[in-house]
């Protein structure tokens, strides 16, 4: 059974840096991808940025160039560094574990993200 555990959320001002960690219970690039998303109250999960095979990265849009999505093989963690936070930045953030199995996805239970104006 893989596991995903979050952590490195809380509350910050806005222009202020966090940085989330995910420990996962196995290779990180056993996985076809891994990934943050994110959900505020009342709306959908989102994605905020993933790694495919180790090489592609994807961002989005509202993050881009605030965000950096990093992952440590000897670690078994992928990390998510967020600068210049936004009020809007505010949500639960999910770590997620693709295997590339239609089915076979993972999440962890989150961590919460609170940018104060």
């Known amino acids: 059974q893989v596991q995903l555990v979050e952590s490195g959320g809380g509350l910050v001002q806005a222009g202020g840096s966090l940085r989330l960690s995910c420990a996962a219970s196995q290779n990180i690039f056993s996985f076809n991808a891994m990934g943050w998303y994110r959900q505020a109250p009342g709306k959908q999960r989102e994605l905020v940025a993933s790694i495919t095979r180790g090489i592609s990265i994807n961002y989005a849009g509202p993050v881009k160039g605030r965000f950096t999505i990093s992952g440590d093989s000897a670690k078994n963690t992928v990390y998510l560094q967020m600068n210049s936070l936004k009020p809007e930045d505010t949500a639960v953030y999910y770590c997620?574990?693709?295997?590339?199995?239609?089915?076979?996805?993972?999440w962890g239970r989150g961590t919460q993200v609170t940018v104060s104006s």
């Open positions: 997620n574990a693709d295997s590339g199995i239609i089915g076979l996805t993972y």
